[in-house]
């Protein structure tokens, strides 16, 4: 607003003062000529006071009344308020008797959309020193609990705007991302992840495993189940976690067996060790030696690749290198017949069977020296 509009406004605005000051002052005469009026004219009626003069004083304090009166009638003015607008980058200092905030910017010519953010609302009483803030609307991605909307919104405060948008303020565990500041022609994105989680009571079966150990009774390569597996129960205390309704972790928080595991039991068939006592002796015709890695395992549940169930005196071996069925002698093992294979036995690298996990471990890994008889 220029400086000249602004000079134009004073001078009325005083002059709009200097006739509310003056019409008080008529009002409190009036209040002493009511006084003396009244009194007159009940003497006057009673006869007291006679002659033109006095008629004419009457008639003249009557007319006076009637414009006192008038004078008393016009309404008080409020106010002048010195306040500050912000809108559209610029800082507005505006001196005003309007009584609300809407008036105010209507005075200063501030032009407000439906979708503009007005701090104080534009309905709010005008105080002394008040600053009124006006936010224009723009572009807004906004994208809660999955849901995305383009919206034509200012966003002050995020609970605002998600008001405004008619979704609920974010909750303490929910998940906010967004790119603000953004990049020049980017369009602004909010995202809020509605993030609950639950607890839950459920129950879960645990499978059973299957153990096996050596029975010298049965023939080479049989087996016999000597007790069947049971699957156990437990029931769980469980926390679930859930992103915008969909479950993305699932904790166990307690456990409790109410059914135990009931562990399958096989018997495999063994037989007399190759070469009996004699083991750790060399025959008299060989090959070798070969320097290998030695591995040991032991019972897994499943046949050999040559489809027997192993014992002590079995190797696994790369049939590259080793045919199947090829006796052997290992150093610190003694004699073996080559009759599985494994997925990490490549070149010369042997694996030797043990009846316990135990005695496998006990072996371990080391170099040994392999000969093949004839």
């Known amino acids: ?54 008629t004419h004083y009457l008639l003249a304090a009557t007319l006076l009344a009637a414009v006192l009166v008038l004078a008393a009638s016009i309404p008080g003015q409020p106010p002048v308020k010195e306040v500050s607008l912000q809108a559209d980058g610029r800082v507005y200092t505006l001196s005003t008797r309007a009584v609300t905030v809407q008036a105010a910017l209507a005075e200063a010519g501030i032009v407000v959309g439906a979708q503009d953010w007005v701090k104080p609302g534009l309905g709010e009483l005008l105080t002394e020193g008040a600053r009124v803030e006006i936010l224009r609307a723009a572009s807004l991605e906004l994208v809660v609990g999955g849901q995305q909307q383009l919206l034509s919104i200012p966003a002050p405060d995020l609970a605002d705007m998600l008001k405004a948008a008619g979704y609920e303020a974010p909750g303490p565990q929910d998940r906010i991302t967004t790119n603000l500041p953004w990049l020049m022609g980017e369009t602004p994105r909010i995202q809020v992840d509605r993030v609950v989680t639950r607890r839950v009571v459920d129950r879960v079966e645990i499978p059973f495993s299957t153990k096996g150990k050596p029975d010298p009774s049965l023939p080479r390569g049989q087996r016999r189940v000597i007790q069947a597996g049971q699957p156990g129960i437990a029931e769980r205390l469980v926390e679930v976690t859930e992103i915008n309704g969909e479950e993305v972790q699932r ?93 990490l036995i490549k070149g010369n690298i042997i694996d030797v069977f043990m009846d316990t996990e135990e005695k496998a471990r006990q072996w371990g890994r080391r170099q040994v020296q392999v000969y093949i008889l004839d």
Do not use: C
Not at 286 to 313: D, L, S
Not at 314 to 328: E, F, K, M, N, S
């Open 1 to 54: 607003m220029s400086r000249t509009v602004n000079g134009h406004l004073g001078r009325w605005r005083n002059a709009r003062q200097g006739l509310y000051v003056e019409a008080k002052l008529w009002h409190l005469r009036w209040l002493v000529w009511q006084v003396r009026y009244r009194r007159m004219l009940t003497m006057w009626w009673n006869g007291q006071i006679k002659g033109r003069v006095t």
């Open 251 to 343: 904790t166990v928080l307690n456990q409790t067996i109410i059914r135990p595991v009931v562990h399958r039991v096989v018997v495999f068939g063994s037989r007399q060790e190759l070469g009996g006592a004699n083991r750790g002796v060399l025959p008299a015709t060989v090959k070798g030696p070969f320097i290998m890695e030695a591995t040991a395992y032991t019972h897994t549940g499943n046949p050999t690749a040559t489809g027997i169930y192993p014992f002590e005196g079995i190797v696994a071996v790369d049939p590259r290198v080793i045919p199947l069925g090829t006796l052997l002698y290992v150093e610190g093992y003694g004699y073996a017949e080559a009759q599985d294979t494994g997925g």
